[in-house]
Structures are given as C-alpha cells and as structure tokens.
C-alpha cells in the first residue's frame, strides 16, 4: 500500500514561484508513472506534468517552460517546481502514481496565484 502526501501549496504573487512536494510512504522506484494532476473549481481534473519511471517527462502545453517534474529516489520524494505563476494556475493540485495496476492518490494541495 502505497500513500501520497502532497505539500508545498499557498498563496503566492502571479510571477512568483513554488515548490510542490509529493511524499510517498513506500519505495517510489518501481512505479510505472508519477504525475501532478490539478482541478479549479468548476473544472474537471487535469493532468500538469508526468515522469515516467525511465526519466521521460511530458508537460501540459500551458505549464511548458515554467513547470519542471522531478524526483529524489533516496527520499521518496517527487517534486514540481513551478515558476512564473499566473493567476489561472490557481487550483488543488494532486500527485498520482501508477503502480502493478493501481492509481494511487493524494488529498492534494491548494495553489492560490493573486493578479
């Protein structure tokens, strides 16, 4: 069983930056996909930004350029540095993982971007 705890949201200036990290409770290093996934009000859930477990990333074209997804295999940790935020970035963010078949979900995280 795997657990997900997402951290590192709030409230932060458009063109400001933040950090979001994503604890897992178990060994992260067989996992098939890790993505940050985000939904506004009124909006369906999205997918941000994807690491594969071969290092293969892949970003959602509004976030490319500013959105980086990494990961640190010795403290089970992915993150997403998130740079020159804009006010329609604001929404919960969450982490997923894809594991043997199964998703795994945090209780995501808020990310408030101010005009």
């Known amino acids: 069983q795997v657990q997900l705890v997402e951290s590192g949201g709030g409230l932060v200036q458009a063109g400001g930056s933040l950090r979001l990290s994503c604890a897992a409770s178990?060994?992260?290093?067989?996992?098939?996909?890790m993505d940050w996934y985000r939904q506004s009000p009124g909006k369906q859930r999205g997918m941000v930004a994807t690491?594969?477990?071969?290092?293969?990333?892949n970003y959602v074209d509004s976030v490319k350029g500013r959105f980086t997804i990494s990961r640190d295999n010795a403290k089970n940790i992915v993150y997403l540095q998130m740079n020159s935020l804009k006010p329609e970035d604001t929404a919960v963010y969450y982490c997923?993982?894809?594991?043997?078949?199964?998703?795994?979900w945090g209780k995501g995280t808020l990310v408030t971007v101010s005009s």
């Open positions: 997923h993982m894809l594991r043997y078949g199964v998703n795994y």
């Open positions: 178990g060994s992260i290093f067989d996992f098939v996909i």
């Open positions: 690491l594969t477990r071969s290092g293969s990333t």
